[in-house]
């Protein structure tokens, strides 16, 4: 074998290896890696494409209810299992007609582009508050959801929407657990 071919091709090997590992870097960064959701990095741009394209859309957020009191008490492989279920929840909501993120912490973003072919914003606050199976015990789970339609937004902004939403949200919390402010 020639060595002068082998010697130019270990660069190009090297930056393709360093190349990968980036690539790598960037989709972990845009993917929650406990949950497989966008994280706020991955969420945003796209949110903000389908917001300005699709008048009908939906935002919505959610925050878990007392999810604290459920790391303390079980441990934070139960708190896992909650956000893990959490969600797989909010994405199955979703669908094809939308897209959910992991925002941070107990609180999660989705924005559907056809609302039509969701199941409906009490599908899932239903979908949400149902208790997740940890070691063969039932944890109880509860969600606050906030949300906005795009039509009522006089600049069609994500920040906009997820104020709106965030308000929303916590006027839900007002009236009780296991709330959807409509």
């Not at 290896?17 to 960037?26: K, N, P």
């Not at 609302?115 to 997740?132: I, K, N």
């Amino acid at each position: 074998m020639d060595t002068h071919l082998i010697a130019a091709a270990l660069p190009a090997l090297g930056w393709a290896v360093h190349g990968g590992m980036l690539t790598r870097r960037l989709a972990t960064a845009r993917r929650d890696p406990l949950t497989g959701l966008h994280t706020r990095a991955g969420f945003t741009a796209r949110a903000e494409r389908l917001l300005s394209k699709h008048p009908g859309a939906l935002v919505v957020l959610v925050d878990l209810d007392d999810f604290k009191a459920t790391n303390d008490t079980h441990g934070h492989p139960a708190g896992d299992r909650v956000l893990t279920a959490t969600a797989r929840r909010l994405s199955d909501w979703c669908g094809r007609h939308g897209i959910a993120a992991r925002l941070g912490g107990d609180e999660f973003a989705a924005i559907v582009t056809d609302p039509a072919h969701t199941p409906g914003l009490p599908a899932l606050q239903a979908a949400l508050d149902q208790p997740t199976e940890h070691h063969r015990h039932a944890l109880p789970v509860s969600a606050s959801v906030g949300f906005c339609h795009r039509r009522d937004l006089s600049v069609p902004t994500l920040t906009d929407a997820l104020s709106a939403a965030d308000a929303s949200m916590y006027a839900a919390k007002g009236h009780g657990r296991r709330n959807t402010h409509h």
